[in-house]
């Protein structure tokens, strides 16, 4: 069954470094987003991205984070300068269409910021 | 009911009873919703959907059910086992290719 992968599982960084997070989405599916969840609370979305562009994203989604699709079958999230609120689980999901289908989501890549 | 920071609602069953989880949506103009099923340390799993033209879909052990009148989502989970023991969230999508927007979430806790 196919599946969005993400690497790593766990990424430990101190404040104000750079992270890049990493997905691979499902092969034919054209729509990816980025959510994130922080501990024991529901999950958020971040950026949707479609056609090599961000098509929507939330007011967490400021200025310090990216994302991009540097090759057919990658999707990255990039942290600037990260901050210790910035510590979440972050997952990566993608659809076969924009709407009114089901989004498959990976394991989520786990970020601590110290 | 709401859940603030940590503090998420929580349903206790008895191994092979019945379990109704709640969800109330915020948008009048959604016309799809997932149920999904997160396992800790995991991402979400799709349980079920539903489109806005139907009140009731069925799947194997689970069903939801729409009430559009008062934006109101439940899944019914039949036969609860300890395997379903996990948060569910319910996730709402409005029209055109909008992203998933998930609520708050319960944590369902099966007594063997």
């Known amino acids: 069954e196919p599946e969005v992968t993400q690497t790593p599982s766990h990424q430990v960084t101190q404040m104000g470094q750079e992270v890049i997070l990493r997905c691979v989405p499902i092969?034919?599916?054209?729509?990816f987003y980025w959510y994130r969840q922080i501990l024991g609370q529901k999950v958020e979305f971040l950026v949707s991205?479609?056609?090599?562009?961000?098509?929507?994203k939330s007011e967490i989604f400021d200025d310090q984070f990216s994302v991009e699709r540097p090759d057919g079958s990658n999707f990255t999230l990039k942290i600037r300068s990260t901050k210790l609120e910035d510590s979440a689980m972050y997952f990566c999901?993608?659809?076969?269409?924009?709407?009114?289908?089901?989004?498959?989501f990976g394991q989520g890549t786990r970020l601590t910021v110290v | 009911g709401e859940s603030v920071g940590l503090h998420l609602p929580t349903l206790s069953v008895q191994e092979g009873d019945n379990s109704i989880i709640n969800c109330a949506y915020s948008?009048?103009?959604?016309?799809?919703f997932i149920w999904y099923k997160q396992e800790s340390g995991k991402g979400p799993q799709f349980i079920i959907d539903?489109?806005?033209?139907?009140d009731k879909r069925q799947g194997q052990r689970v069903t939801v059910l729409l009430n559009k009148t008062v934006k109101h989502l439940s899944l019914q989970i039949a036969a609860t086992q300890p395997g379903d023991s996990a948060v569910y969230f319910c996730?709402?999508?409005?029209?055109?290719?909008?992203?998933?927007?998930f609520g708050k979430g319960t944590r369902l806790s099966v007594i063997a």
């Open positions: 999901a993608s659809r076969l269409t924009g709407g009114n289908t089901e989004a498959f």
């Open positions: 092969s034919n599916h054209l729509y």
């Open positions: 991205f479609y056609n090599n562009e961000i098509s929507e």
């Open positions: 948008n009048s103009a959604s016309d799809y």
């Open positions: 539903i489109r806005s033209n139907m």
């Open positions: 996730a709402e999508n409005g029209q055109g290719n909008t992203p998933l927007v």
